[in-house]
């Protein structure tokens, strides 16, 4: 079946300007992860979703940042007033249930002049 | 806090050849998982291979095989018969059992397969 699939696939943005990154998981897929990638380096783990309740945001690095799943499927990223910081690649990832292999989606990759 | 860490920031190896990918990690917990992702130059993420701790037997998938000393906290990747499409950045994940959820990476390492 299909994987998982975000949008847009890049984005680019002026500082200051709000983004919102979309993620659509494997169907049936009861839990969704929101991870952040710099450059050269692993994803880290921003937030995490068991249908729709977001059960862990510990990653979250501000309040500037915020993910929402209202009916337990689609998720959305949304990143206020960006900053040049916030540059990355924005990764979604799915699983079954939350003891089984996460898969990953083709990333959003976002750049904030 | 979990750790992981890769200390082979890149590695080189001959089409046909075999690699070994290095990984260690920190923890305190009895209960947990080991992944292996590969990310080619598309940089999609890929699961490779996947290890349980409770398991002592290592994981096996084809080419891709694991050498787990839980002991040790070592987890190293090795890689048979070196394809040019083994080319990519390779990243080394551990995630508690249980009531775990996030996956906490290592830096990655990067191979280059040589023909």
């Known amino acids: 079946g299909a994987g998982v699939s975000q949008s847009p696939r890049y984005k680019v943005t002026k500082r200051g300007q709000d983004v919102a990154l979309r993620c659509d998981p494997i169907?049936?897929?009861?839990?969704l992860y929101w991870y952040r990638q710099a450059l050269g380096q692993g994803p880290e783990f921003l937030t995490y979703?068991?249908?729709?309740?977001?059960?862990?945001k510990s990653g979250l690095p501000n309040d500037r940042f915020s993910a929402e799943r209202p009916e337990g499927s689609i998720s959305t990223l949304t990143i206020q007033r960006t900053e040049q910081r916030d540059s990355a690649m924005y990764r979604c990832?799915?699983?079954?249930?939350?003891?089984?292999?996460?898969?990953f989606g083709p990333g959003t990759r976002l750049t904030v002049l | 806090a979990q750790t992981v860490t890769q200390s082979q920031p890149e590695m080189s190896v001959q089409e046909a050849e075999t690699v070994t990918l290095s990984c260690t990690y920190d923890?305190?917990?009895?209960?947990?998982?080991l992944f292996w992702y590969k990310q080619p130059p598309s940089r999609q993420m890929i699961l490779v291979i996947r290890?349980?701790?409770?398991?002592?037997q290592n994981a096996t998938e084809n080419r891709f095989s694991v050498n787990f000393q839980k002991a040790a906290k070592s987890f190293s990747l090795k890689i048979s018969d070196s394809q040019l499409g083994d080319a990519a950045m390779y990243f080394c994940?551990?995630?508690?059992?249980?009531?775990?959820?996030?996956?906490?990476f290592g830096a990655g390492t990067i191979l280059r397969v040589k023909s």
């Open positions: 290890q349980e701790a409770y398991k002592q």
């Open positions: 169907s049936g897929h009861v839990s």
């Open positions: 979703f068991n249908y729709e309740a977001q059960q862990d």
């Open positions: 923890t305190s917990e009895s209960d947990y998982y």
């Open positions: 990832a799915s699983s079954p249930t939350v003891t089984d292999t996460q898969y």
């Open positions: 994940a551990y995630r508690i059992g249980e009531y775990g959820n996030k996956l906490v």
